[in-house]
Structure formats: structure tokens, C-alpha cells
């Protein structure tokens, strides 16, 4: 299995972290759906969305986070 190159981390932490956040919270606004049986149908319609709108924020927001971290602890 080839591996992807570490150059693209952030791409791949992006990708992973987004993917799990998303499927969290649209799990969550999901919920009420459960009683009419349609919580699949809409957990997956706002997860697709939610990651579409995520995931480039995530990859920009990625590199700064971790920059700020660094100058906030020793």
C-alpha cells in the first residue's frame, strides 16, 4: 500500500479531522429526525454539506492554529 507523502499532512489531518467533526455534529442536528424514522437520510444530506463547507476551512485554519499554538506554549 503506497503511503501519501508527509509534505501533505495537513491535507490528510484536514481531511480526517473535518470528516470526524462533521459527521459529529451533523449526528447531532440529526437527532430529532430519529422519532420519523429520517435520520440516516438527513445525517447523511448535512454531513455532505457540512464537510463540503468544512473541509477547505480546516486546511487553511490547520497551518495558523498550529503556528498559534506554538507561540503560546513552551
Known amino acids: 500500500m503506497s503511503r501519501i507523502s ?3 499532512q495537513h491535507f490528510v489531518f ?3 479531522q473535518s470528516g470526524i467533526t462533521c459527521a459529529v455534529g451533523a449526528a ?3 437527532l430529532p429526525f430519529y422519532v420519523e424514522g429520517a ?3 438527513h445525517w447523511l444530506r448535512a454531513y455532505l454539506f457540512s ?3 468544512m473541509l477547505p476551512i480546516v486546511v ?3 497551518p ?3 503556528r498559534l ?3 503560546l506554549t513552551d
Do not use: N, P
Request: avoid cysteine.
Open 51 to 53: 464537510w463540503t463547507v
Open 39 to 41: 435520520f440516516a437520510a
Open 64 to 66: 495558523v492554529i498550529r
Open 14 to 16: 484536514g481531511v480526517i
Open 60 to 62: 487553511i485554519a490547520a
Open 6 to 8: 508527509r509534505k501533505y
Open 69 to 71: 499554538v506554538y507561540v
Open 28 to 30: 447531532i442536528a440529526s
